[in-house]
């Protein structure tokens, strides 16, 4: 590593050094190594790729780099190649002595792992890819450019520049004032003017001051805040630093959720390799700007990411939610004026520094601008994370983005903002997504969550999976959210089985409005979200579980039964699937039966049936 940093001119030199060095003209490799991918055997792959460029003698030839995530994540392992930016997807330990002698030393192409489509077939480039075409990776897109654990190759892309000239060429209120101007909201859910937040702070009674980096990050379904602190740390620590200076706080946190450990090890390794450069810690580049950073462990309560439940959990307290009379940037941590962000928040500071506040008001739609990252989920074809303008449509991030809906399904609904989020359907799929039209919707852009479902799923029993979620994530404190949402379950409970009443529906809502009106924190007023807008936008489907006494969708076992169709093959599979022994052979190829009295309604004998023979009544 090289010495410490002691001026801006020693950070350009660096930068300039580190930059030639990168473009050296040689083939690059960047295979990711995120947590996504590693499922799917990252690991050997990047293994595999040392020891084949080792035994070859050709490290000298090659610039060889492992990433963090590459957004792509249904198709891991991945890896981009330069020049002719060629995706490799799908690799194998196998495919790699192959990958090194044709692709990367006699660039010949390896059509079996380009991504294909079935329209255009094979698809070379990255930028081609249906998956990337319509994003906008300002943030996500650094990713593949370094290696998370090398400050070097952060420095060799432009990182701590904004730092540098925030420190040395701009006032505070300056750096608050482009923020201010470039629209900047919060990227946590909440959506509040990120520049006014530092302004209040800034302007808040005290001679101590924190920031706070939120990476608690706890929804079902999303992991795009991991995403971007485990594959481009330094983008967040260089916020970090560029907003303390801002707001006049020389302590930050970083209270990142105890799951993430890939997170938690490369944001470690970042503050480290920036103390040792002088980019952190005591006279940061010699401006006499201290600054000092700890990391918190997240307890793995759902809650604690909710502002001051997080900060009730620094101090060393059950984190529990305070009400909000009181402003945390006036009195927050230890009841001094804190400012909590998001990590994605952070991350775009440094954009904003170097590119101009008119640039990033560019990107997005008015009062929304800028990009948004969504863990893309559920029963779409292309699942990752991808980074969209905000205002692009719901239809252009499921069906274009994401390769539509799985085994030529009916697309139902897309649930937005996690478990408190709202789920909309076909209808709205030309909704704009942001911040303010999702909240009028009924849903909200929460951390990023996108989960999209099919004609397969039931809407009430999707409004009682996430209801008994934050049931059990309730800190228990108020209660409207205690003994509201436990009863709203319980409701959903009866009509799931079959018990439920007409005047359950205008209860629902009533009990609802009260949570959204009374409860302490955000988990509460918005825990009737996914309630209330599937009963708004799925009546129907609430009805035939109360009057019918039938699930439409096929999923609540009380209002269902499977049978035999008369085109059984009698090929056994479902005879030899079945955990309870209820299906039998009469005779062999003949229709199996069905014995209602042992079957505990798995579905195992639906879902594995290739002929389509089993039914559901």
């Not at 990713?143 to 520049?161: H, R």
């Not at 560019?362 to 292309?382: C, E, P």
């Not at 009866?494 to 809502?509: A, N, T, V, Y």
Request: glycine share 12%.
């Amino acid at each position: 590593m090289p010495s410490k940093l002691k001026s801006p001119k020693a950070l350009e030199a660096l930068q300039k050094k580190l930059g030639k060095v990168a473009d050296a003209g040689k083939v690059s490799i960047s295979v990711c190594n995120g947590t996504a991918c590693r499922p799917y055997g990252s690991n050997p792959v990047v293994e595999a790729f040392k020891t084949e460029i080792e035994k070859r003698g050709v490290a000298d030839k090659i610039d060889f780099r492992i990433t963090g995530c590459h957004g792509f994540c249904e198709r891991g392992p991945v890896a981009l190649i330069q020049p002719g930016n060629i995706f490799y997807q799908k690799i194998q330990v196998d495919d790699i002595p192959e990958i090194v002698e044709k692709t990367l030393l006699n660039r010949i192409v390896i059509e079996r792992l380009l991504f294909k489509n079935d329209s255009v077939g094979n698809i070379q480039a990255q930028v081609d890819i249906p998956f990337y075409k319509k994003q906008q990776r300002i943030i996500l897109g650094n990713n593949v450019k370094i290696d998370p654990t090398s400050i070097e190759d952060y420095i060799a892309i432009g990182g701590y520049s904004a730092l540098s000239k925030s420190l040395f060429e701009l006032k505070p209120e300056q750096i608050i004032d482009m923020v201010k101007a470039s629209g900047l909201r919060g990227r946590g859910g909440g959506g509040f003017p990120t520049g006014a937040k530092w302004e209040s702070c800034r302007n808040a009674h005290g001679d101590i001051k924190y920031v706070i980096v939120n990476a608690d990050e706890g929804d079902p379904g999303a992991y795009a805040n991991e995403g971007l602190l485990s594959g481009n740390p330094h983008s967040v620590l260089e916020g970090l630093i560029i907003g303390a200076y801002a707001i006049g706080a020389h302590q930050g946190y970083i209270y990142v959720r105890n799951e993430y450990p890939l997170a938690l090890k490369n944001i470690t390794i970042a503050m480290q390799q920036a103390e040792k450069l002088g980019l952190l810690g005591k006279d940061i580049l010699g401006s006499g700007f201290d600054f000092n950073v700890r990391i918190n462990r997240g307890g793995g309560a759902f809650v604690c990411g909710e502002s001051t439940a997080l900060m009730a959990s620094l101090e060393g307290k059950p984190g529990e939610p305070r009400a909000k009379y009181i402003h945390t940037v006036e009195k927050g941590l230890w009841e001094r004026p804190s400012d909590l962000n998001n990590v994605e928040t952070w991350a775009n500071i440094p954009l904003i520094i170097n590119n101009g506040p008119e640039w990033f008001s560019a990107i997005g739609s008015s009062g929304n601008t800028g990009t948004k990252i969504f863990s893309l989920t559920g029963k779409v074809n292309n699942t990752g994370l991808v980074e969209v303008p905000l205002g692009i449509k719901l239809r252009d991030i499921i069906f274009d983005i994401g390769g539509g809906i799985r085994d030529g399904k009916k697309f139902k609904a897309v649930q937005t903002g996690g478990p408190s989020g709202g789920c909309l359907p076909e209808s709205m799929l030309d909704l704009p997504v942001n911040f303010d039209e999702l909240t009028k919707a009924g849903s909200m852009m929460g951390s990023g969550g996108m989960i999209v479902m099919d004609e397969d799923n039931c809407m009430v029993d999707v409004a009682r999976y996430f209801l008994t979620f934050l049931e059990e994530e309730s800190c228990g404190k108020c209660v409207p959210c205690r003994e509201g949402i436990k009863r709203m379950r319980q409701i959903l409970n009866d009509i799931c089985d079959g018990k439920g009443q007409e005047s359950d529906i205008d209860l629902l809502k009533e009990l609802g409005a009260h949570l959204q009106d009374s409860a302490l924190c955000a988990l509460g007023s918005s825990a009737p979200n996914p309630v209330l807008t599937t009963i708004n936008y799925f009546h129907d489907e609430y009805m035939a579980h109360i009057r019918d006494k039938k699930c439409p969708a096929g999923v609540c076992k009380a209002l269902i039964h499977f049978y035999i169709k008369d085109n059984c093959p009698g090929c056994g599979l479902c005879v030899k699937a079945c955990p309870t022994n209820a299906i039998t052979f009469v005779e062999k190829r003949k229709p199996v039966i069905l014995d209602q009295s042992k079957c505990i309604k798995c579905r195992t004998c639906y879902d594995i049936c290739k002929m389509g023979a089993v039914g559901i009544e």
